[in-house]
């Protein structure tokens, strides 16, 4: 049996920008809060079905539809940190954890009461559309994903390094006290970085709506590869996360090779404790030693 | 002396004409009591509610009709159904079975929907010894624990994976396909999968002239990346491909199963194909699947009609296999205790195993168990065709179009 390794290299790269969309919110939410956002799966699948209920309901065009939702998302991810999340900031971390997982459940069971938990998937016209490259079937729906993806990334990155808002959520990231002693308003830059965690999700998860068949369980096996992409990337930085998403799709697409692919999360793991072990600071922290030397 | 006698004898004779009405009337229920945990909400809602409907229109119909008959009082006895949402959690599911018998102190037990739900409650059933029947569990490792008070109205998955094979070795009868045929066989990493990659391994292996199993694989459920998967797939050169998936998994894969261009002369996905959220999902691309299933609402028996029309009357919305053995499954058991004559559990029981009921709904249109408490009928095969349309193509006796083997090619 010879695989196409060329076509499964592809589909992994395709596959990584997704993985990429989907981990950056969690990433900023960590790199600024220390909080690991449990809720990111059900901002997930609340953008799978208000992008849903926006392409199949009102007609809009399938990519034009993230444009509404990010923004909603980023408001309501505000209001979420300045009423909700505040509360348990300097709390020891139990109490964030089980706070988001809390409002995940919440989240699910109002899908389950307005949607059912019927399996829904979202069909257009750039669905199951592909185009031919050197002989491998590229689907118009994954090359966009990666596309947004890299172009997320790439915002991100202006963002952070150039406006004073990004500097902020920098600055406070690396060390809250001292950003508040130099005049920066701490509060208001965690409210933003929350928002942006999740409107970062919700991108993702209306993205995914137009690969996936969802339902109001969907996002759980996401959000644990996106926790172990994030840890492979450095736990804190958008390129690591990006690297992160490159590493793991093309080792669990290669790993097709030697072992069967019900062990793929196998992968995803394996990698996860190896990382945790060998190099804790993750791709960016081998990077950084890497220069170094 | 006598006096006396004749006084104890007197006094016994008004005690026992006064006890013996009271203790009839005691012991005379007022209404049997069919109790079921099913997932309302959850993961499973829409397959429990479903069942719910079909089980409550089940006992209207039971009831406008006077009840069940139980010749030990010697008159109809309305029904009365508990339902309690499980949220599609085997361990709530457990303890509201516990409940059901314990507190309600039901008379039987009606089964919820799915193999994980149903594994985990059926334990209660047989632990106070309360007849059970379900209509939705179908995978054989259930009832292969040597349980005696549990039955199913529905084939196993292993059954389902002989069926669509020697549906296959038909096909390849009447030179639609060749022989030897190579499989390519995929299944979810659950014992449902594991039964039907079984399933075809057991018939390929006793018929290595027809069959060649080229790849075998187990996959995860809710998958993220198809890709691999069906590179593999891609790279087996098989000439037909079988898989085991859920609705969720079938439309992931089967979408990146088209924007890879793969082409295979037989695709099937066990008993998915033909749900109505799949085909708007997949649009054209799932046209001529094959699925193997336990019921089909073009079935031309006149129980099968009936029961479609009525269900579809009374909910708008078209009759799937999921009501329709639900249904049966309140059938089954008020003929059950019609035929035992008395509400006593043991009784019950051993007519269920003994049962034998003619011009049932299910396919062939005769309910009977084998000793592990399944039935073994026959299951459908139907065929998507272009326009939103399916096909009922097996049993031949009751089939409404020839299959279209191998399926075209798409443009």
């Keep these: 049996m010879t695989i196409d390794i060329p076509a499964l290299l592809v589909g992994a790269i395709l596959l990584a920008g997704l993985y990429a969309t989907m981990s950056y919110g969690l990433a900023l939410i960590y790199g600024v809060m220390k909080i690991v956002n449990l809720a990111h799966a059900g901002v997930m699948m609340w953008a799978a079905y208000a992008v849903f209920v926006l392409i199949v309901n009102a007609g809009l065009n399938p990519f034009l539809a993230p444009l509404i939702t990010v923004p909603v998302f980023f408001l309501l991810g505000m209001l979420l940190q300045r009423y909700v999340v505040r509360r348990v900031m300097f709390a020891p971390p139990i109490s964030s954890l089980l706070l988001l997982f809390g409002i995940w459940l919440i989240m699910q069971n109002i899908s389950y009461l307005g949607f059912t938990g019927d399996t829904r998937a979202i069909t257009t016209k750039y669905t199951l559309m592909t185009f031919e490259f050197l002989g491998i079937a590229i689907s118009i729906n994954r090359l966009v994903v990666f596309c947004v993806g890299i172009l997320a990334l790439l915002v991100m990155r202006q963002f952070m ?116 072990i060998v190099m804790p600071g993750g791709m960016m922290g081998l990077l950084a030693k890497l220069k170094k030397t | 002396m006598k006096r006396i006698g004749l006084l104890s004898l007197l006094c016994s004779l008004i005690l026992v004409l006064l006890i013996l009405p009271a203790a009839g009337v005691m012991a005379q229920p007022k209404e049997i009591i069919l109790g079921a945990a099913l997932p309302i909400t959850g993961g499973q809602s829409r397959e429990g509610g479903y069942v719910k409907k079909a089980y409550e229109l089940a006992i209207k119909e039971i009831n406008d009709a006077g009840g069940i ?251 799937e296999w999921f009501p329709a053995t639900a249904y049966e499954t309140v059938r089954v058991m008020a003929k059950a205790i019609e035929d035992a004559g008395t509400l006593d559990k043991t009784k019950i029981r051993d007519t269920l195993a003994k049962m034998d009921m003619k011009n049932s709904l299910v396919v062939g249109g005769r309910v009977w168990f084998k000793p592990n408490g399944q039935i073994e009928n026959d299951y459908v095969i139907l065929q998507n065709l272009p326009g939103e349309k399916v096909s009922l193509i097996y049993p031949k006796e009751i089939a409404t179009a020839k299959a279209i083997v191998p399926i075209p090619k798409k443009q």
């Design chain 2, 69 to 319: 008959m139980v010749k030990q009082y010697n008159k109809k006895i309305p029904v009365k159904l508990i339902i309690y949402d499980d949220k599609s959690d085997n361990t709530t599911s457990v303890q509201l079975y516990e409940k059901l018998v314990t507190e309600d102190k039901v008379n039987v037990l009606l089964g919820g929907y799915g193999t994980p739900l149903i594994t985990a409650h059926t334990v209660v059933a047989e632990k106070y010894r309360v007849p059970y029947v379900n209509g939705g569990g179908a995978t054989g490792a259930i009832y292969e624990r040597k349980m005696k008070y549990i039955f199913c109205l529905i084939a196993s998955v292993g059954k389902l994976a002989h069926t669509l094979m020697d549906w296959i070795g038909g096909q390849q009868n009447e030179g639609n396909l060749k022989k030897p045929l190579r499989i390519a066989l995929m299944g979810e990493n659950t014992s449902h999968g594991k039964e039907f990659r079984q399933g075809v391994l057991d018939k390929a292996k006793a018929a290595p002239d027809r069959f060649q199993v080229v790849m075998d694989e187990p996959f995860e459920l809710n998958l993220k990346d198809a890709d691999p998967l069906l590179q593999k797939v891609k790279a087996s050169n098989a000439d037909i491909y079988l898989a085991d998936a859920r609705l969720a998994d079938y439309t992931t894969m089967h979408r990146r199963y088209t924007e890879l261009r793969l082409y295979h002369q037989v695709v099937s996905y066990g008993p998915r194909g033909a749900e109505k959220a799949a085909r708007d999902a997949l649009g054209p691309a799932s046209d001529y699947i094959i699925s193997c299933n336990w019921w089909h609402r073009d079935i031309p028996t006149a129980s099968a009609r009936t029961f479609r029309d009525k269900y579809e009357k009374a909910y708008n919305e078209p009759a």
């Design chain 1, 161 to 276: 390094g150039r406006t004073y808002m990004g500097k902020a959520i920098r600055a406070t990231a690396q060390d809250g006290d001292a950003s508040k002693l130099v005049g920066i308003n701490t509060d208001r830059v965690m409210e933003i970085a929350f928002g942006l965690g999740i409107a970062l999700a919700s991108l993702a998860g209306s993205l995914m709506a137009l690969i996936f068949a969802f339902d109001p369980d969907f996002g759980r096996s996401h959000l644990l590869k996106a926790f172990c992409i994030v840890v492979l990337g450095g736990l804190e930085s958008m390129v690591g996360v990006a690297l992160g998403s490159l590493v793991l799709a093309v080792a669990e697409a290669l790993s097709v090779l030697w072992i069967m692919p019900a062990l793929q999360d196998f992968v995803s793991f394996a990698l996860l404790v190896i990382v945790l």
